[in-house]
């Protein structure tokens, strides 16, 4: 069946006007806005930046492409983020490839990318701003709970354990009960540097490296175990991250993921460099499900500010 007779054939089954598709393809712009969106998950604020157009434009695109079923929309406080509807979901699975060849897509990605850089950037920058304050930020957030000691009773005896998101290194030594060396990774300078201070003459145990969570400094089965704490709101895919996490995991490896449960302060954003406010308990289970890891024990606790936080102990699939 060729793909045009696959869409008749999907859109007749999802009860749908073939019209409302073939309106909603009919401008140039929405079928390189969808191209984009198959991809990853965008802002409009990131979409009127990456296509130069004002954001009413945009969002006239978006809303006529979520009419017609092609892309959903994700609220989280006061932003909404948008990408393509599932690939396996019809209509998609059949017109999204079919638009995948648009001769300007090449131009969107690679200002998508340098959007990206430069927001990652930004984020950098307000990281090592902060990196002599951040030990007390984190206080005023997670209150007088032990949240160290939690995590490092759950760590499993291993040659090397690392924390991803390490920050100014206040996990390791609680790593280091467990493991025989610990590798720590931050994607700031400021943050490493600090850090660094912390565990001089230990160089042969602490291994402190730079670099982005969602693509990991480590080789392929490196750690035992790991650590996400309290850094998954920060990225802009916390799925990627995870994922990649189980890459440099060795297979029946563990994984714990700390972080905020889903809530509306949106000052987090702005005092915390935080982009995502916090996570449903399903949607860390799916992600992890996703990168082929098994949910080995869940809980959350309360925490300052009137946020909960989520506490999840993984294993990889052997």
């Not at 989520?310 to 990889?316: E, T």
């Amino acid at each position: 069946m060729t793909d045009i007779a696959r869409m008749d054939v999907e859109m007749a089954e999802n009860k749908k006007n073939p019209v409302d598709y073939f309106k909603a393809l009919a401008d140039d712009t929405r079928v390189r806005l969808l191209n984009l969106l198959s991809d990853r998950e965008f802002n409009v604020n990131e979409l009127v930046a990456i296509f130069e157009m004002g954001q009413s434009r945009i969002s006239r695109h978006l809303k006529i492409l979520a009419d017609a079923g092609l892309v959903t929309a994700r609220r989280d406080g006061l932003w909404a983020f948008y990408r393509a509807a599932d690939m396996h979901q019809k209509p998609a699975s059949a017109i999204i490839p079919l638009v995948k060849t648009h001769p300007r897509r090449r131009d969107d990605v690679e200002k998508a990318e340098a959007m990206f850089r430069m927001r990652e950037e930004e984020s950098i920058r307000f990281f090592d701003a902060i990196a002599e304050d951040w030990d007390s930020m984190k206080r005023n957030i997670i209150g007088g709970i032990d949240l160290t000691a939690r995590i490092a009773e759950k760590i499993p005896k291993c040659k090397v354990a690392a924390d991803l998101g390490c920050g100014t290194g206040d996990l390791l030594p609680a790593l280091l009960a467990s493991a025989e060396k610990v590798i720590g990774v931050d994607n700031s300078p400021e943050m490493l540097k600090k850090a660094f201070r912390r565990f001089l003459g230990e160089e042969s145990r602490v291994d402190l490296r730079i670099g982005q969570i969602e693509h990991l400094p480590l080789r392929d089965s490196e750690a035992g175990a790991a650590v996400i704490n309290m850094v998954l709101h920060h990225l802009p895919s916390p799925a990627e991250g995870i994922r990649e996490s189980a890459r440099t995991l060795e297979k029946g490896g563990e994984l714990i993921i700390v972080d905020l449960e889903r809530h509306q302060n949106e000052s987090m954003r702005s005092r915390y460099g935080d982009r995502w406010l916090g996570f449903s308990p399903d949607q860390i289970k799916d992600w992890a499900t996703d990168a082929g890891f098994n949910v080995v024990e869940e809980k959350s606790f309360p925490l300052q500010r009137r946020l909960n936080a989520l506490f999840y102990r993984l294993a990889l699939n052997a």
